[in-house]
Nanobody
Framework: QVQVLESGGGLVQSGGSSTLSCAAS????????MGWYRQTPGNERELVAT???????EYGEFVKGRFTISRDNAKNTAYLQMTSLNSEDTAVYYC??????????????WGQGTQVTVSS
């Protein structure tokens, strides 16, 4: 069984920074893609950033160089460093693991989400 544990987030002042972590645990052989999505009430979940096992990254258009995603393959952990936060970044941030290879097959789980609130 694979568990996805998110940490970080909380209340941040406008213009400030915050770092989110996503740690996958359990019987894991490999994880193709690790990433973050976010969602606000009434809106669809949107891409924030993803990173492949080889380090290839993709970002949502709204990021504009403010966020950096990284991962530690040995720890099955991804990090999202966010800077220059503004009120529009307020959302629930979800960790997403794409194609996790386990002894029981391939799964793509989501984390439970962590709230990031940017105060103006």
């Amino acid at each position: 069984q694979v568990q996805v544990l998110e940490s970080g987030g909380g209340l941040v002042q406008s213009g400030g920074s915050s770092t989110l972590s996503c740690a996958a645990s359990g019987s894991i052989f490999s994880i193709r893609l690790m990433g973050w999505y976010r969602q606000t009430p009434g809106n669809e979940r949107e891409l924030v950033a993803t990173i492949s096992k080889n380090g290839h990254t993709e970002y949502g258009e709204f990021v504009k160089g403010r966020f950096t995603i990284s991962r530690d393959n040995a720890k099955n952990t991804a990090y999202l460093q966010m800077t220059s936060l503004n009120s529009e970044d307020t959302a629930v941030y979800y960790c997403y693991l794409d194609r996790v290879l386990t002894p029981d097959g391939v799964i793509s789980p989501w984390g439970q989400g962590t709230q990031v609130t940017v105060s103006s």
